[in-house]
């Protein structure tokens, strides 16, 4: 793997402000020499002390989630001009839980990515499938729908700021991980999709999370993988010793 990995924190619905800034004040000397670039995505409540804390570090602050308006009656709801303005510079998107519990479709999720796109914040990307899927032998299908739909109407030139990341559902804060070459046999056809939509140029330099139960055990297996250029990280994120070890063998 050629390209700079990257190794994504997201805290899900964890870590108050104080904790948020607790957590990168510690981190931070333990990564210094990190070959990784390095994301956390703290909870909207804790973006700005992340941020300021974050600040003079090799820490990158993303968002969670956004809304596909810039503003409007859409209570409850972010958009990703509030988030740029804040300072944040990617969001993830199409993460499963915002898929099967709140019930967004790739549609949906693709009006937040072109919007991402133009408010200047780079999208990751969530696709993957349910164990449901996986037994009747959906996983390519299911991906190549998300895909395609997630991407519908992105340049050649924006695609290059977006990440995709792979999460197998079923993988989630289970304890289960795909095997490495599960992992690989994943990312190998991702990649390929990216080709054939885009060129093999941008397929070469888009990169391909993997995210599933990812853990200091078996981050150096997965990141040995051709077609994996990081991982994102959910439960293992929140302890800044345990995300610092699968930072610094990433």
Known sequence: MDKKSIVAGNWKMNKTQVEAKEFIKNLAPLIQSARASVYISPSFTALQESIAAANNTNIIIGAQNMHDETDGAFTGEISGGMLKALGVEFVLLG???????????????????????????????????????????????????????????????????????????????????????????????????????????ISKNMHILYGGSVKPQNVEELMQQENIDGVLVGGASLDYKIFAEIINKA
């Open 95 to 201: 993460h499963s839980e915002r898929r099967h519990v709140f019930q967004e479709d790739s549609v949906f999720i693709n009006r937040k990515l072109l919007r991402a796109l133009k408010d200047g914040l780079q999208p990751i990307l969530c696709i993957g499938e349910t164990q449901k899927e996986r037994e009747e032998k959906k996983t390519e299908s299911v991906l190549e729908e998300q895909f395609l739909k997630g991407i519908q109407n992105v340049s050649k030139e924006d695609a290059l700021n977006i990440i995709i990341a792979y999460e197998p559902v079923w993988a989630i804060g289970t304890g289960k991980t795909a095997t490495s070459e599960i992992a690989e046999h994943v990312h190998s056809f991702i990649r390929k999709l990216i080709v054939k939509h885009f060129d093999n140029e």
